[in-house]
């Protein structure tokens, strides 16, 4: 068996378009997704979705003014331990978390994992961790007793090429992305990196990122891995995310 991937919906957000996707205009409701990989050597995931707590307390967890400016739409069902058991996977299994970056709609679902090891890029963790990137880092969502593993740079999972995490910085000081090889080809799972398909093909920035420069640099790596055949999968698309299988289909 080779590397595996599904995918799974974990609620959704509606936010102002201008924030993600600079110009526009209105407001634009976005898919919260989470992947697991099956490997012969273990499960991994890559991100876990939005926190329980948001079924019934979002102000509690967002804060007021996050609260009023997003809408949130979560349920019993959307939480990753649900979809799991939904599409007959063990959630206690999973022995690592890959967070592309600390914001709350990838880590919220990490303590489900409790049998899991988190990886996150070093710069990222040193970033959340001194409180200077506000409100959409929750402290509660990696505090939880799980080993943070911190990496620098590329990372081999598995230690056979298949499934490889690798800087993508610009959204966050230590966004990380990662590729993955399998019998049925090759595919990108971008995280916040590249929000949309338009972000891509427009190179059309959110309208507040850390880095530009960088940023811009991670979409050129993108457009580079697509271009040689590889099949990405946005962040936060909701254009492509119709095509994408939900678990318990296999997706790549």
């Known amino acids: 068996m080779t590397a595996e991937l599904y995918a799974f919906e974990c609620g959704w957000i509606t936010a102002p378009a201008a924030g993600v996707l600079s110009g526009a205009t209105g407001e634009m409701r976005i898919p919260i997704p989470a992947y697991l990989i099956r490997h012969?050597?273990?499960?991994?995931?890559?991100?876990?979705g939005l926190s329980a707590t948001l079924i019934d307390d979002v102000e509690g967890y967002l804060g007021s003014a996050?609260?009023?400016?997003?809408?949130?739409?979560m349920t019993a069902a959307s939480t990753i331990q649900a979809r799991m058991a939904a599409a007959g996977f063990d959630i206690d299994k999973v022995d690592l978390v890959i967070n592309s970056h600390m914001h709350f709609d990838h880590t919220g679902g990490n303590c489900a994992c409790c049998n899991a090891d988190v990886l996150v890029q070093q710069a990222e963790f040193d970033y959340a961790e001194s409180g200077q990137g506000g409100t959409t880092y929750k402290a509660e969502d990696w505090e939880t007793g799980q080993t943070i593993r911190k990496v620098t740079g590329e990372y081999d999972v598995f230690g056979d090429g298949s499934v490889v995490c690798f800087p993508s910085t610009g959204h966050t000081p230590g966004h990380q992305s990662l590729r993955l090889r399998t019998d049925r080809g090759e595919g990108i799972l971008c995280g916040d990196a590249c929000y949309f398909r338009r972000t891509l093909d427009e190179m059309r920035l959110p309208a507040h990122?850390?880095?530009?420069?960088?940023?811009?640099?991670?979409?050129?790596?993108?457009?580079?891995?697509?271009?040689?055949?590889?099949?990405?999968?946005?962040g936060h698309c909701p254009e492509t995310w119709g095509d994408v299988p939900q678990g318990p289909a296999r997706v790549l």
């Not at 012969?40 to 876990?48: H, Q, R, S």
């Open 66 to 73: 996050s609260a009023a400016r997003l809408k949130i739409e």
């Open 40 to 48: 012969p050597k273990g499960l991994a995931m890559f991100d876990t």
């Open 209 to 234: 990122v850390f880095d530009e420069a960088a940023f811009r640099a991670s979409l050129q790596t993108f457009a580079d891995f697509r271009a040689g055949g590889a099949r990405l999968f946005f």
